[in-house]
């Protein structure tokens, strides 16, 4: 009587893992198709990075920039989806490859005085100067270019008619903050087309202050102003002496003639 106890006990122990097993497959099998679905696309959107490294200050043109498709879920408010928003700006970051460009930190190069004071250092002054000169009127400068300015003034004594003309590299290094053209050229080609068809008002620097006090004197003596173009990376300064008539007739061992 007690062996057949133990088979009952046996038995019913296998029936209720049976029935255990089976449960267990039953949940896993219901659970299976929702494990098993794919995870929800998220859609993409198409918007402009940076096509590679992209300095501060920079004028952003067409080969700077690509169009990518990102995922939507990680894409700003602000985020540039068209080159039209972003070419011929100035990059107020620097923008690493592949980088969104944000329509917050790019900005018109012909935009206002308190744009401007985005593009200096805070130990700098953005001052106006009149673009008369040779390289300004060819259209051979554009922003974040760096120039020396040349001066030509007569220098002599106070009794002196007119005095000595003396031509000399009053400031090095100088950064184009803004060039300011007649008209609307806040893209790329708004300002190739005041290139081609307007001259330019005036040429904003940023300077240190007293570089832009040197400059306004220079300016008020009505000195003859030529800009210079530096090579890009070439922030050195040079060494120069000024130039004077003493100075050509010596360099070039001219000598007054003497008539009989």
């Known amino acids: 009587m007690k062996r057949r106890s133990g088979y009952i006990w046996i038995i019913a122990g296998i029936a209720l893992a049976l029935l255990a097993g089976l449960a267990a497959m039953w949940v896993i099998l219901r659970l299976a198709p929702a494990t098993m679905q794919p995870a929800e696309l998220v859609p993409e959107i198409d918007v402009v990075v940076a096509a590679h ?4 200050r920079r004028l952003i043109g067409h ?3 690509k169009v990518q498709s990102i995922p939507s879920d990680v894409v700003p408010e602000n985020a540039a989806l068209s080159e039209e928003q972003v070419v011929g700006r100035l990059a107020l970051v620097p923008f690493s ?7 917050n930190k790019v900005i018109s190069p ?3 005085g308190r744009q401007v004071g985005l593009l200096m250092d805070d130990d700098q002054v953005a001052m106006a100067f009149p673009a008369k000169d040779l390289m300004s009127r060819s259209h051979l400068l554009q922003t974040g270019d760096k ?3 040349l001066f030509s003034i007569p220098v002599g004594a106070a009794d002196e008619q007119g005095g000595r003309l003396v031509t000399f590299n ?3 290094n100088v950064e184009i903050a803004m060039i300011v053209y007649e008209g609307d050229v806040d893209t790329l080609e708004g300002i190739e087309a005041a290139v081609r068809s307007a001259n330019p008002l005036s040429i904003v620097f940023a300077l240190d202050p007293q570089d832009a006090l040197v400059l306004k004197h220079l300016q008020d003596r009505e ?5 210079v173009l530096r090579a890009p990376g070439a922030p050195e300064r040079f060494t120069t002496e000024p130039v004077d008539i003493q100075y050509l007739m010596d360099r070039y061992q001219m000598r007054i003639p003497v008539f009989p």
């Open 63 to 65: 080969d700077d920039v």
């Open 53 to 56: 490294f992209i300095p501060l």
């Open 223 to 227: 000195g003859i102003v030529s800009l």
């Open 170 to 172: 009053s400031l090095q």
């Open 97 to 103: 490859p592949d980088e969104m460009i944000l329509t």
């Open 147 to 149: 120039v020396d300015i």
């Open 110 to 112: 012909t935009g206002t």
